[in-house]
C-alpha cells in the first residue's frame, strides 16, 4: 500500500491518497523515512545471488547445494538455515525429479543342474569344467 501512495504523490494529495486507502499519513511518512536495517540489506544481496544460482540450475538445486555453490563461489560463509529461510520465504525450491528405473530382479529362465553339489575341489587339472549359459 505504501508503494502505492508513493507511485502516485506527484499526480495526487498525499493526504487524499492515504484517506482512500485507510492509511494514517504519520505511518506513510514513517515508512517512507525508514532506513533498512543492516540485516535487511544483507538478505537482500544474498536472496539476489541464490535466485541468480536457483535459475542457472534450472530449479533443480535445493538449499543445501545452492549453499555449497555460494559458500565455494562467494567466498562466504552461509548457514543451511541461514539459505533455507531466504528460499522457504520466497518459495524457492528444488524440482524432484523422478527416479530413473532400476535393476529389476527376475527368476532365471534356464537353470543348470547342481551336477559338482558345490564340491569345486579337483585333484587332477581339467577334471572338473564349468560354464555360464
Known sequence: ???TIDYFKDVYDIKWLC???GIARSAYYKWSNSIKPAYEIKNEETLDVIQA???HFDKKYGYR???DNINKYTGT???DNYIYRLMRAYNLKSIIRRKRPGFVKTKPEQVGQNI??????????NEKWLSCI
Do not use: T, V
Open 77 to 79: 560463509q552461509h548457514s
Open 19 to 21: 484517506e482512500l486507502l
Open 53 to 55: 544460482y536457483y535459475k
Open 116 to 125: 559338482l553339489n558345490r564340491e569345486f575341489f579337483a585333484s587332477n587339472p
Open 65 to 67: 547445494r545452492i549453499r
Open 1 to 3: 500500500m505504501y508503494e
